[in-house]
């Protein structure tokens, strides 16, 4: 996965001294490096909480992308999908809104959700 998504943080002022008396200190490079590995140990932390919600609720985790050759499978096959992700889904250009709103029964994506506009307007109805 090439992308990341941007995050604002709002941290008092003594907070935000000590994380830059580390780095001054060269525990780490900058803010973002301390802020990316304070979130890394609270998910390492939680874990199995993670694992156990995300099977629970029938999650799937990781990236995936979805592009028209396959939705279209789909529906020959007379299938429709359901997408309930944790991490990043991806429905490429070349899928119509006619094509997303066929094969996708329903949608929910904890996390990164990249499709044009007018997908995601088709299948606003069915994003939980």
């Known amino acids: ?19 830059e008396l580390l780095v001054e200190q060269g525990f780490y490079a900058n803010r973002a490096e301390f ?22 609720n029938s999650y799937l985790m990781g990236a995936m992308s979805y592009g028209k050759k396959a939705l279209e499978e789909e ?9 309930h992700l944790v991490g990043y889904l991806s429905i490429a250009n070349d899928v119509t ?7 996708i ?13 007018e997908v995601k307007a088709a299948l606003a109805d069915r994003t939980a």
């Open 1 to 19: 996965m090439a992308e990341l998504e941007k995050l604002t943080v709002n941290l008092g002022p003594v907070d935000l001294g000590q994380i």
């Open 35 to 56: 802020i990316r590995a304070a979130i890394q140990n609270q998910l390492a932390k939680h874990s199995d909480a993670v694992r156990e919600a995300t099977i629970r």
């Open 75 to 83: 529906r020959r096959g007379g299938r429709r999908i359901k997408l």
């Open 97 to 103: 809104p006619e094509l997303a709103k066929a094969t």
């Open 105 to 117: 029964e329903s949608l929910k994506v904890l996390g990164i959700f990249r499709a044009s506009p």
